[in-house]
Nanobody
Framework: QVQVVESGGGLVQAGGSLRLSCSAS????????MGWYRQAPGKQRELVARITSGGRINYSDSVKGRFTISRDNAKNTVYLQMNSLKSGDTAVYYC?????????WGKGTLVTVSS
């Protein structure tokens, strides 16, 4: 069982920045695909950014150029640097780890962007 824990959410003004962190347990972290997802009130969960074990990255169109995902395998941690935040980025952000076809989720961290 992989334990996933997010941190770093909070309240920020539009145009500001936040960095989310996600730690995942296990000695095979470097083999996990890691992703950030978000769910706004009344909406479905959507992919924000994802990084594979090989370092391949993809972003949703809505965050390209503003958000950056990265990983530190030595620390079992993946980050999401969020810049130029907009009110539309307000959501609960979830981190997910995928390993051998199994998905593991954290409980989420709330990001609120005030306009």
């Amino acid at each position: 069982q992989v334990q996933v824990v997010e941190s770093g959410g909070g309240l920020v003004q539009a145009g500001g920045s936040l960095r989310l962190s996600c730690s995942a347990s296990g000695s095979m972290f470097s083999a996990y695909a890691m992703g950030w997802y978000r769910q706004a009130p009344g909406k479905q969960r959507e992919l924000v950014a994802r990084i594979t074990s090989g370092g391949r990255i993809n972003y949703s169109d809505s965050v390209k150029g503003r958000f950056t995902i990265s990983r530190d395998n030595a620390k079992n941690t993946v980050y999401l640097q969020m810049n130029s935040l907009k009110s539309g980025d307000t959501a609960v952000y979830y981190c997910g780890a995928t390993y051998y076809g199994m998905d593991y989720w954290g409980k989420g961290t709330l990001v609120t962007v005030s306009s």
